[in-house]
C-alpha cells in the first residue's frame, strides 16, 4: 500500500488556504468532510468496516469489531491558517501502520480488536470548543450546551451537524461505544521545540497541561466617529484593546511559565467611522498547574473589570471550555516506554482528543518531531525520514498492544 509520506500527499491540496500559505480545514465544514472521506475511501481500499457514530466519529475497523480494541487516529480539521500535519500526521500514520501490521501477521495474532479512528473538529476554530467530538462521546460536553453553540455565521452546531448526516438528537455521551476502546494511541506531530536538539524523532507524551478558553465581551455605545467628542464616549474597543496589552505582563507576573494568548478579536459593527458599540475577545490560558491558569483568568478578569469602567462600557466574561491538566495513563505509558526505550517523556502544551480521552479509557501520545518547532501556522514541518519513524514507533506500540490479553 502507500507509506505515510505518499499518503500525506494525496491530501496535500485539499483545503488549501486561498489568501496565504497553509491550510483552512474548519470542523464540519465541506473540507473536513471531503477530507473524512479521504480517510474513508483508505480505509475501504484496505477492507476495513467503517462507520461514522452519532457524534461524527468516523471509525474504521482492522479487525471484528468487539471490546477491549486498541484504537489509534487523530483528526483531520486544521486551525485556520494551520500546517499540514496537526492532525493528518496521525490519520495517515494509523493507515500506514495497519498497512505494516497487516504485512507482518501481526493482526492475524492480535488477541484485541484494532480499530482507526478520526476526531472531528478538534481545533474548535469553527464552534470555540476544542475536542468537540471526543468532548461528546466521553460526555465532557453536555449536548445541549454544544447543540446551541454557534459558528462565525450564526449558524448552530445543531443545523450544521444536521447538514453533516448527524441527528441532532442522538449527539451526546456514548458509553457504550466509549466502553469497547481498551486504550487509544494517538500520534502527532510535536507542536514545540521538544525534539529539536535531540537525537530522537519520537517522543512519548506524559500530560497535557491545563488550558482554557474564555470570551470577554465588551459593550459601549455606538456612535459617530466624527461628532462624538472624546470626553462623550463610550468605546469597548478603547477597553478590550488596554487589556489585551496588559495581558504578556499579566500571565508573567502571575507565573513565568503561564501563557495567555488573544488569537481572536470581533468588533462590532465594524465601521472604519464608526465607535464600536462592542467589542470581543478571546483568552487562551495554560500551565501546569490548575491553580496558576485560575490566578491569571483573576488577573485578567480583574483588569477588564478596571479598564471597562475606566472607559464607562461593562464587560462580561464567559468560560468556554476548559481542561485540567491531564496524565496519561501510567500503566500504558510504561509499555510504551518498555517498547520505545529511547523516546523522551514529553509533556505538552497543546490539547489533543487523546487528553479528553484519558480519564475515561487507557490513553497515551506519541510526538514526532518538527524542525520548526513552529504549529498552528504554515511553517509546521516534519521530515519524511521522521514521518516514517514515527509510523515505526507506532507500529511497534500497537503490537505491543495487541498482545496484551486484558
Ligand atoms: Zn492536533
Redesign the pocket.
Known amino acids: 500500500m502507500s507509506d505515510v509520506v505518499s499518503l500525506l500527499a494525496q491530501i496535500e491540496d485539499t483545503g488549501r488556504d486561498t489568501r496565504g500559505p497553509g491550510y483552512q480545514r474548519a470542523g464540519f465544514s465541506n473540507t473536513e468532510r471531503e477530507l473524512r472521506d479521504w480517510f474513508l475511501a483508505e480505509a475501504a481500499r484496505r477492507g476495513l468496516d467503517t462507520e461514522v457514530d452519532d457524534n461524527g466519529i468516523t471509525w474504521a475497523w482492522a479487525t471484528a469489531p468487539g471490546d477491549n480494541a486498541v484504537v489509534t487516529g487523530?483528526?483531520l480539521d486544521s486551525v485556520p491558517g494551520g500546517g499540514a500535519f496537526?492532525?493528518p500526521l496521525g490519520v495517515a500514520s494509523a493507515l500506514a501502520a495497519f498497512d505494516e501490521l497487516k504485512t507482518s501477521g501481526a493482526l492475524e495474532r492480535a488477541k484485541r480488536p484494532l480499530a482507526l479512528a478520526v476526531f472531528p473538529e478538534?481545533?474548535g476554530s469553527r464552534f470555540g470548543v476544542a475536542c468537540l467530538g471526543s468532548r461528546l462521546i466521553t460526555g465532557a460536553i453536555e449536548a445541549d450546551r454544544a447543540l446551541g453553540l454557534t459558528d462565525a455565521n450564526g449558524d448552530t452546531f445543531a443545523d450544521v451537524a444536521r447538514g453533516y448526516g448527524l441527528d441532532p438528537n442522538r449527539i451526546g455521551t456514548d458509553k457504550a461505544r466509549l466502553e469497547k476502546v481498551g486504550s487509544f494511541i494517538e500520534l502527532?506531530v510535536e507542536q514545540g521545540i521538544g525534539l529539536i536538539n535531540t537525537d530522537q524523532a519520537v517522543a512519548i507524551g506524559s500530560s497535557i497541561i491545563g488550558h482554557g478558553r474564555w470570551h470577554f465581551a465588551f459593550s459601549g455605545q455606538g456612535n459617530h466617529a466624527g461628532t462624538t467628542p472624546m470626553s462623550h464616549r463610550a468605546d469597548p474597543v478603547v477597553a478590550a484593546s488596554r487589556v489585551i496589552g496588559d495581558i504578556p505582563t499579566l500571565a508573567a507576573a502571575t507565573d513565568a511559565s503561564a501563557v495567555a494568548t488573544v488569537g481572536r478579536t470581533l468588533i462590532h459593527p465594524g465601521g472604519t467611522n464608526v465607535i464600536a458599540s462592542g467589542m470581543s475577545f478571546w483568552v487562551d490560558i495554560r500551565h501546569a498547574d490548575d491553580a496558576v491558569v485560575k490566578q491569571v483568568l483573576e488577573a485578567i478578569s480583574q483588569r477588564a473589570r478596571e479598564h471597562a469602567e475606566g472607559a464607562g462600557v461593562e464587560v462580561s466574561i464567559s468560560q468556554e471550555s476548559y481542561s485540567p491538566t491531564t496524565y496519561f495513563t501510567a500503566e500504558l505509558n510504561s509499555r510504551l516506554t518498555s517498547v520505545l526505550p529511547d523516546a523522551p517523556l514529553l509533556p505538552s502544551g497543546?490539547g489533543?482528543d487523546a487528553g479528553i480521552l484519558a480519564p475515561h479509557v487507557p490513553s497515551a501520545m506519541l510526538y514526532v518531531r518538527n524542525p520548526t518547532g513552529v504549529s498552528h501556522a504554515p511553517e509546521e514541518a516534519c521530515e519524511d525520514d521522521d514521518q516514517r519513524a514515527g509510523v515505526s514507533a507506532l507500529v511497534k506500540v500497537l503490537e505491543g498492544e495487541l498482545e496484551v490479553a486484558s
Open positions: 487523530s483528526h496537526d492532525g478538534e481545533e502527532h497543546a489533543h
